[in-house]
């Protein structure tokens, strides 16, 4: 395989999000000075609150690296997955900028991620709305979306292309999901690669009432709530570890519900995030929407929602407590191993590509499948 070179270096960097490289305690999160948006009482919950920016990764925390939210509000399609809409005015392979409300990203016919190549972690993407095809160097594909979750271990190293294939052609095609990539500890690094889909009617949803009778409704991609058991991880993620209590919850709050957060092991790490709505209280303290709150893991906490409906988004664990070297679409414990990452990839490619195309779609049937490496094939019930 021949080097890679600059520019696809930096649409790899694009791609990820990860703009630097280097040790740090989590990639991407710039730190937190001890005065910087802290609570002065040694008893207040909250340890910092930023606000989100405006487009890009949010701030995480171990054991998370990256987290973004992705909403594109893309026009019918054309037949052929990709936007009826004029492509002019765009910077095709390179457009992030949200013109007209959507973005083509690495796609330069149809939006999306074309192949990309990862190691050393886990993506976890979380589709509320829209659809998403899957194609790897394993041979595995997979159409999902609209509530369904795929669960990626890279483990040792796999190329994958994201597309987002637009299949009405009578009607927009909204597309809303989050991506978040979970660390893996240095044992697992370099385990073989695995994934997992979550059918959105096999996901549980958790709806209640609040002492006023006010609905709230928490939605489990990972992690215990109210004695439910959640679908099982990737064998060798770093959520099937009983050291990891690891959660990830979607909550939706009724205008003026209550609802608490409870408690975790001592130790585990939280960001809860206002995702849309408006202002909400967090143990006391008003928080406006689209905020990363850093929480202690240990109490529970009480948040008021105010008067709009709102949605939170919690991700919680243990940490992995272990130093981080990254570049680009590549996590590992030290430069040495980031160097032979960039090495093995130019000389496998991690298993070659077997698809014609860098951007593969699954055709014009809006039918969601999995069909992972071994063959064998899933469907939602």
């Not at 074309?114 to 829209?130: D, Q």
């Not at 790490?269 to 709150?293: C, D, F, M, P």
Request: glycine fraction near 10%; aromatic fraction near 8%; hydrophobic fraction near 35%.
């Amino acid at each position: 395989m021949k080097a890679l070179s600059r520019r696809d270096a930096l649409k790899m960097l694009a791609a990820t999000g990860v703009v630097a490289t280097g040790c740090t305690n989590q990639a991407g999160e710039k730190q937190v000075s001890e005065n910087e948006n802290k609570s002065q009482s040694s008893v207040d919950p909250i340890v910092s609150v930023r606000a989100l920016p405006a487009m890009g990764p949010w701030p995480t925390i171990d054991p998370f690296l990256f987290c973004v939210h992705h909403v594109d509000n893309y026009p019918a399609g054309n037949g052929q997955l990709a936007p009826v809409a004029t492509l002019e005015g765009r910077h095709l392979g390179q457009d992030f900028a949200g013109k007209d409300g959507w973005s083509m990203y690495h796609g330069e016919t149809i939006p999306g991620f074309p192949r990309h190549p990862h190691r050393g972690f886990e993506t976890i993407t979380v589709v509320r709305n829209g659809i998403i095809d899957h194609a790897d160097s394993l041979g595995a594909a997979a159409r999902y979306g609209d509530g369904d979750v795929q669960w990626l271990t890279a483990g040792d190293g796999i190329n994958h292309a994201e597309m987002f294939p637009l299949i009405r052609t009578q009607e927009s095609n909204p597309t809303d999901f989050f991506q978040i990539w979970l660390n893996l500890p240095a044992a697992d690094k370099r385990v073989s690669p695995h994934f997992s889909m979550f059918w959105a009617n096999q996901i549980p949803i958790i709806k209640s009432k609040d002492a006023k009778g006010l609905s709230i409704e928490v939605t489990v991609v990972a992690g215990q709530y109210q004695g439910t058991q959640p679908l099982s991880p990737p064998p060798n993620s770093w959520g099937a570890s009983s050291k990891s209590d690891l959660a990830i919850w979607t909550i939706r709050l009724e205008p003026g519900a209550a609802w608490t957060l409870p408690a975790a092991q001592p130790g585990t790490q939280r960001s809860l995030y206002t995702v849309r709505g408006g202002e909400v209280e967090v143990a006391g303290r008003g928080i406006a929407v689209r905020h990363h709150l850093e929480v202690m893991g240990d109490q529970a906490i009480e948040v008021v929602n105010g008067p709009t409906s709102s949605e939170l988004l919690l991700l919680q664990g243990r940490p992995i407590g272990e130093p981080i070297a990254h570049y680009g679409p590549f996590v590992m414990n030290t430069q040495e191993e980031i160097s032979q990452a960039i090495r093995d990839y130019r000389a496998t490619e991690f298993g070659g590509w077997p698809w014609e195309t860098t951007d593969p779609t699954h055709g014009n049937d809006y039918s969601r499948f999995a069909r992972h490496a071994d063959g064998r094939v899933e469907k939602p019930i």
